[in-house]
C-alpha cells in the first residue's frame, strides 16, 4: 500500500516496539502515527515555533522501548514527548541551543532505555535525559567544527554493552562510554577515506551488528561505500560495498543505515 503521507519530505519512520503502530516525521511539521494498513490514527505538531517563528521541521521521531512514550525533534530548541496511550504532551525536554553557526537543529533520538533517552544537535554536543522528570544526565564533547565551521553530531547509535556511538559533520566517528562519560575510540575524516577528493561536506550514517561487535557507515561522498569497521577497535574490515546505480528520479545519496536484529 502507498499513501500520501505529508506535504514535505518524510525525514524518519520508526515501527513502534509491538509493530502494531508506526510514526513518520515530516519538514511539513507534522508527525503522524499509523496503524500497519498505513490509516493515519493521529497528528501531532511540535508545541513550539523554531527561531523563524514556523512550524518546526521535523528530522526524528522515536518510541520508547516499551511502547509508552514518542518523542520527536527539528529545527526547535526543545524535545516534546507524549505519551502513546491517550496521545497527550508529558513534557518538552530542554534539548539544544543553537550552535555557533546559528543553526538551531536536534538531528537524531534514541531510547538507550525506557529511562534514558539520547539527543545529538548542531551544536556539536550529545545529551542524555531522564524524560520523565526533565533531568539532564550528562553530556559528551568532542566533535570538532569541521571545514566549513559546522560542529554537528548527525547521528548516534548504541551497543549491548552501552557504549554509543556517534557520527559528526567533523567527518568523524567516535565511541563513548556511557558509564564513565567520556570518549574512548575516535576516528577522523582524513582516516576515513583514502581519497582526498572524497571530502564529504554532508554527514555519514552509523549502526551497530551487536552479535558480531561490528559497525557499518555509509556517508554522502563521492565514492558512495557501505564500510565496515571492529566496533572495539575502530579498525576497518576490508569488505567495501559500492551501491548499484539507481534510476535518474531516485536519491543518489544514502539517506539511512539500519542493520536487522539477526
Known amino acids: 500500500k502507498r499513501v500520501k503521507a505529508h506535504a514535505g519530505l518524510v525525514t524518519a519512520v520508526t515501527y513502534s516496539p509491538g509493530g502494531s503502530q508506526l510514526a513518520s516525521a515530516s519538514l511539513d511539521g507534522q508527525l503522524k502515527v499509523w496503524n500497519r494498513e498505513l490509516d493515519a490514527i493521529k497528528t ?10 514556523n512550524d518546526p521541521e521535523l528530522l526524528d521521531v522515536v518510541f520508547s522501548p516499551d ?6 525533534s527539528g529545527d526547535a530548541v526543545t524535545i516534546p ?4 496511550g491517550t496521545w497527550s504532551s508529558v513534557r518538552s525536554l530542554a534539548g539544544h541551543p543553537k550552535s555557533e553557526d546559528g543553526v538551531n537543529k536536534i ?31 550528562g553530556q559528551l564533547r568532542g566533535h570538532a567544527p569541521n571545514m566549513y565551521g559546522r560542529r554537528g553530531v548527525v547521528q548516534v547509535a548504541v551497543d549491548s554493552r552501552g557504549q554509543l556511538i556517534s557520527a559528526g559533520r567533523d567527518l568523524s566517528i567516535r565511541v563513548w562510554s556511557l558509564e564513565k562519560n567520556e570518549q574512548i575510540l575516535g576516528l577522523e575524516g582524513a582516516d576515513l577515506d583514502d581519497n582526498p577528493r572524497a571530502m564529504r561536506r ?61
Open 107 to 137: 538531528y537524531d533520538l534514541l531510547w538507550e532505555t525506557d529511562q534514558h533517552l539520547i539527543s545529538a544537535g548542531a551544536d556539536g554536543v550529545i545529551r542524555r535525559w531522564q524524560p520523565q522528570s526533565g533531568e539532564l544526565l
Open 81 to 84: 514527548i507524549w505519551e502513546t
Open 202 to 262: 554532508k554527514p555519514m550514517h552509523v549502526a551497530y551488528a551487536n552479535d558480531v561487535d561490528e559497525l557499518f557507515t555509509v556517508s554522502y561522498s563521492m565514492d558512495q561505500l557501505l564500510r565496515r569497521f571492529n566496533a572495539n577497535t575502530l579498525r576497518e574490515i576490508p569488505s567495501a560495498y559500492q551501491f548499484p546505480e539507481l534510476p535518474d528520479e531516485m536519491e543518489k545519496d544514502p539517506q539511512g543505515l539500519a542493520v536487522s536484529p539477526d
Open 44 to 53: 501531532l505538531a511540535h508545541p513550539e515555533k523554531n527561531g523563524n517563528g
Open 67 to 72: 511502547g509508552r512514550y514518542l518523542a520527536a
